[in-house]
């Protein structure tokens, strides 16, 4: 009686010790299907995110030629100024990765605010243009919308890469060879700043 007490005590112990490991495994099971999850959901969110910025640099670098074929027709001595120009817009076109086109938008930021930085007094009758002023607004706005998916981009990065970065979460990160995405940042203080297009 004794042992046959014992052997139920046993198999119940063994019972609930298989019924604990079952538990605890499909509770890995499901965190980790969760997570992997919440991962793909963050890097397309992302990526989606980025293509948005895309859209805008791309809206920005087909204006570009329409701006400097105003200015040019106006500022004759800035000849320079607008091949530098020209050449950061075809550079930005030619950018392939979103680190490259990164640092290309970057570039295209600073040859814009020199090109309007020169002519924005040297050469009044430009501001008259009705065209120019178009152009200008247009460039306005762009900004402010790159602005804001900029940051909309860089706040749904910081997301990622903490997820991927904190434990427990990396683990999976890791064995679904998810990198850290690199934010959107302008190269200087000045870059920081919009590119100012009022005259």
């Known amino acids: 009686m004794l042992n046959s007490l014992l052997i139920s005590v046993g ?38 995110a980025w293509a948005t910025i895309d859209v805008f640099l791309k809206k920005r670098y087909d204006l570009i030629p329409n701006l400097v074929e105003t200015v040019k027709g106006y500022a004759k ?68 919308e790159l602005e804001s998916a900029r940051r909309y981009y860089n706040g749904v990065v910081k997301s990622f890469n903490n997820k991927i970065q904190v434990f427990p979460s990396s683990i999976v990160a890791n064995k679904k060879g998810y990198e850290k995405k690199k934010y959107f940042e302008l190269d200087s203080e000045e870059e920081r700043k919009n590119v100012k297009v009022s005259f």
């Open 11 to 48: 198999a119940i112990v063994g019972i609930v010790v298989v019924a604990l490991v079952i538990i605890l495994v499909i509770a890995v099971v499901v965190w980790w299907i969760k997570t992997a999850n919440a991962l793909v959901r963050l890097n397309n969110k992302a990526e989606e």
């Open 77 to 144: 001595h800035e000849s320079e100024t607008l091949t530098n120009v020209v050449a950061a817009r075809n550079a930005a076109g030619a950018a392939k990765t979103p680190e490259e086109k990164m640092q290309a938008a970057n570039a295209l930021n600073s040859s814009l605010k020199v090109l309007l930085n020169a002519v924005q007094e040297a050469y009044p009758e430009l501001k008259a243009d009705a065209n120019f002023r178009d152009l200008q607004e247009q460039l306005k706005n762009l900004e402010g």
